[in-house]
């Protein structure tokens, strides 16, 4: 079989962003894991991250392959800082897809995202497009923490789905059910 190959997606892992505190009661990912829990023979995971506060890409990349084991089955949801491990981890790993909320290109001037390591070196775009089957993208014009350049610049480059609002901010509310729709479609198409 070649290693090309792409299976059809099995589980989707929830990346968190940065900032620490039990992920399961934050944002919409404990409210989102439940809703895809409910798909047949499909699995969603959630872990609260180590280095919650820096996300630092030396270790949560490591544990995104070893403890996650996120592959070539895996739809990687990430937002904020989730969604910078994703990217950097599917320019070196074939992962069925990416959904990026709140993506971004830059340590945007903050010493925290410039520790983190993802933001020291360009973005291998054409890797992270090679490495994912599908690319998804969740962003919104008035986040007050990313520039919307940022997030098209993203969504340019990837040449990614996006879904574009106006009115979601940095995606913090309870429930996410066009996130939940996206992944439900994606798997409708691996069949």
Known sequence: M??????????????PGNGGGSVEYCNWYG??????????????????????????ESIWLPFMESELQCDERTVIIGHSSGAAAAMRYAET???????????????LGDDNE???????RSWQWEKIKSNCKHIIQFGSTDDPFLPWSEQQEVADELGAVLHKYQD?????NTQFHEL?????????ESQ
């Open 31 to 56: 409210w989102t894991r439940k809703a895809l829990n409910k798909i047949p023979n499909f699995q969603c995971y959630l872990r609260d991250m180590p280095d919650p506060m820096t996300a630092r």
């Open 93 to 107: 790993h074939k992962v069925y897809a990416i959904i990026l909320v709140s993506a971004y290109t830059s340590d």
């Open 180 to 188: 939940v729709s996206a992944v439900q479609d994606l798997l409708q």
């Open 114 to 120: 410039r520790e983190s390591g993802y933001f020291n």
């Open 2 to 15: 070649s290693v090309d190959k792409i299976f059809p997606a099995t589980k989707a892992v929830i990346m």
């Open 168 to 172: 979601r901010g940095h995606f913090q």
